[in-house]
């Protein structure tokens, strides 16, 4: 049995590694990004893009993604990272809005091989952020994975039903009318 080097081991090798079977070579480690007030850029663990069919096969995640920014912690993360990591992509947003940053994320994904707090999930939940925890070699989704499409489905259902409703009152009224 071969032994891995212990560079391969740690929690950026191991992401990068599955990202690599996803994305192909669609994918940066290490990387800067410019946001809007920051003085100077944001450190990115890793990216990826979408190039033609690529995206995270059986992971559930939509398959219509354009960036991914990976945060990899190399300790327990607590709503205060995930917050610190929203607060740093939403600049580099702005930055993108305003044609001052190459990219912007469509997907966050904040990782961890010591863990998070249940507060750190609950606040990714809420946020759209995806959590990752990597065991050994294999990474898990912790708490909701974020279901855009879902909360889309529901708010076109809910103005259907709410139309439905409005329009049966209107024909009452016109019958009563009469």
């Not at 560079?7 to 992401?15: C, F, V």
């Not at 947003?93 to 990219?103: L, S, V």
């Not at 999930?121 to 809420?126: I, M, Q, R, S, W």
């Not at 990752?132 to 994975?145: E, P, S, T, V, Y």
Request: charged residues 30%.
């Amino acid at each position: 049995m071969t032994q891995r080097k212990k560079s391969e081991d740690n929690p950026l090798s191991i992401i990068s590694r599955h990202f690599k079977k996803a994305f192909g070579e669609c994918i940066e480690e290490k990387i800067f990004v410019k946001g809007k007030k920051a003085n100077k850029p944001y450190s990115v663990d890793l990216h990826a893009w979408k190039k033609d069919g690529h995206y995270l096969e059986g992971w559930k995640i939509k398959p219509n993604i354009g960036h991914v920014w990976v945060e990899v912690e190399n300790k327990r993360v607590q709503t205060k990272h995930i917050e610190r990591f929203l607060d740093s992509a939403e600049d580099v947003m702005k930055a993108k809005k305003n044609g001052e940053a190459e990219w912007a994320p469509n997907i966050l994904i904040i990782a961890s091989n010591r863990g998070f707090t249940d507060e750190a999930v609950e606040k990714a939940n809420k946020k759209g952020v995806y959590c990752l925890n990597i065991r050994r070699d294999a990474l898990h989704f912790l708490g909701k994975i974020p279901d855009t499409k879902g909360k889309r489905l529901f708010q076109i259902l809910f103005f259907i039903f709410a139309g439905i409703i409005f329009l049966s009152i209107l024909y009452v009224f016109s019958v009563l009318i009469k």
